[in-house]
Structures are given as structure tokens and as C-alpha cells.
């Protein structure tokens, strides 16, 4: 596997989101990844995401430590939650692509050739993380606004027109990353998936023990949930294979 380590110390200091007791936790856990003790290091990125520590680096590494530890199903939970945040990473996609190799139920990749246009599109659009983007919108709103407030008070003409004219750029930035943005939240909020983490895992016809099975899924299968509720996750995978599995046999992805 190439890079089966991501160095995020220095993320922890400089982002929000991470805790002040959470980055010592994660140091540690680097220090006993690196002794060869991944079961300690997942419990002690785990107290991390339990303080409410989202981040792709500590969903990859926690990725890589169940992958060292043979747990292909939850490696590829935390390699997917982690490219649900940084869809452009190459490490995150080449570990998961890794991993689901070694599953038993194979994906069917499309042959379809990639539009380099819409491609470069998709980049550029990951390339800042949600949190991030939302963050910029908020500044570039207060930055606009206080631009105006100069531009009421100048007596300058020159000033005026040039204050137009930073406004109509910023505006322009703001349009476009507000509607990356809003795309972004809606995909989190109406598409979700889930990863068998079970050595198998039954697919029923009903939400409920005696139901008949239909399909039988193996460690590290990916699906699309439609539901989750009472012990029970509705899924689908493909055209053909649509049910209810054990919550206790899968992780559902959710926006983190």
C-alpha cells in the first residue's frame, strides 16, 4: 500500500475543529501506530472523533490501522468516510482501491471513457473542503460589506469605481463558491452509504429476524442506504439487490 501514513499533527493546531485534548490524544496514537500497536491507536482516534474531531487524515489513518489489523470492512468505512470529506485526496483513493481488491463482492468499474473537461471541474471543486468554503463565503460577505461602507463614505469617485469593481469580483467568488457549497450540502444530506463490516451480512426481505434472506453480502461491500431505523438499515446495491441489513453488521456513512 503506498503512504499508509498521514502526518496530520500539524492540522491539529492550526484547524478549528480539533479539540486542544484531542491533539495530544492523536499524537499518541501515532506514536503506538508506529510501534505496531493499531488496536490502542484506533481507540485513541476513536476519543477523538467521540469529542466530535471530523478530519479526512484521522478517518484515513484510522483507515489504515484496521487494514493493518485485517479488517478490510472497516478499513474501507473510514477510507470512504475520509473521501466523503476529501474526494480529491490520491492516498485516500488509492488505499480504498487497495482494499476493495481484497473484497469478495466486486464492483464493476464502468468502461466509459473520463471527460477531461468535467474532470477538471470535479477537481476544482474539491479542492477546498466544505467547512472551509463556508468559512471563505463568511469573510468574503464581511469583506464585501465593509468595501460598500468605504464606498458610501469616500468622496473619491476614482475610490467609488474601484470599490465597484473589487465588489463585482468578490461577488463573482462568493457566487461560485456558495454554489459549490450548497452542492456539496445537498449531496451529504440526500446520499449516503454504508460498508458491510461483518464478515458477512444478510440481506432480508423485512426488517425483522424471520424474514427471508434474499442476498448474502460479504466484509467490505459498499451500498446506498434508504433508510435506517429500529436496529435496521434499508439498502440498495445496484438494480438488483435491494433489503434490510443488521445495523450491527454494517456502517453507514453519514455527513460527519
Known amino acids: 500500500m503506498k503512504k499508509l501514513l498521514t502526518i496530520f499533527i500539524l492540522i491539529l493546531f492550526s484547524s478549528p475543529s480539533f479539540a486542544g485534548d484531542c491533539t495530544t490524544t492523536a499524537k499518541k496514537g501515532l506514536e503506538v501506530y508506529q510501534e505496531g500497536n493499531y488496536e490502542q491507536a484506533i481507540d485513541l482516534w476513536k476519543d477523538c472523533l467521540d469529542q ?8 484515513y489513518n484510522l483507515g489504515n490501522a484496521y487494514f493493518r489489523q485485517g479488517q478490510i ?7 470512504e468516510s475520509a473521501l466523503r470529506l476529501s474526494p ?6 488509492h488505499n480504498l482501491k487497495y482494499a ?3 473484497t469478495k463482492d466486486k464492483v464493476k468499474e464502468t468502461d466509459e471513457e473520463e471527460n477531461p473537461i468535467l474532470t477538471g471541474i470535479y477537481s476544482v471543486h ?7 468554503q463556508l468559512y471563505l463565503i463568511l469573510v468574503l460577505a464581511w469583506l464585501m460589506a465593509g468595501i460598500g461602507l468605504f464606498k458610501v463614505l469616500s468622496k473619491s469617485p476614482r475610490a467609488k469605481n474601484a470599490c465597484l469593481g473589487i465588489i463585482f469580483g468578490l461577488s463573482l467568488l462568493l457566487g461560485t463558491l456558495a454554489l459549490s457549497a450548497g452542492y456539496k450540502i445537498f449531496i451529504f444530506e440526500t446520499e449516503t452509504k454504508g460498508v458491510v463490516t461483518a464478515t458477512t451480512a444478510d440481506v432480508t426481505s423485512a426488517p425483522h429476524d424471520r424474514s427471508q434472506t434474499l442476498n448474502i453480502l460479504s466484509e ?3 451500498f446506498n442506504v434508504l433508510s435506517v431505523e429500529h436496529g435496521w438499515v434499508e439498502i440498495q446495491l ?3 439487490i435491494k433489503g434490510f441489513v443488521k445495523t450491527t453488521e454494517v456502517g453507514v456513512i453519514d455527513g460527519l
Open 52 to 59: 466530535g474531531v471530523h478530519h479526512p487524515d484521522l478517518l
Open 73 to 79: 470492512g472497516f478499513s474501507i468505512f473510514y477510507y
Open 126 to 132: 474539491h479542492i477546498i473542503p466544505l467547512k472551509s
Open 100 to 102: 476493495q481488491s481484497l
Open 238 to 240: 445496484g438494480d438488483k
Open 88 to 93: 480529491n485526496n490520491k492516498d485516500i483513493l
Open 220 to 222: 467490505g461491500t459498499v
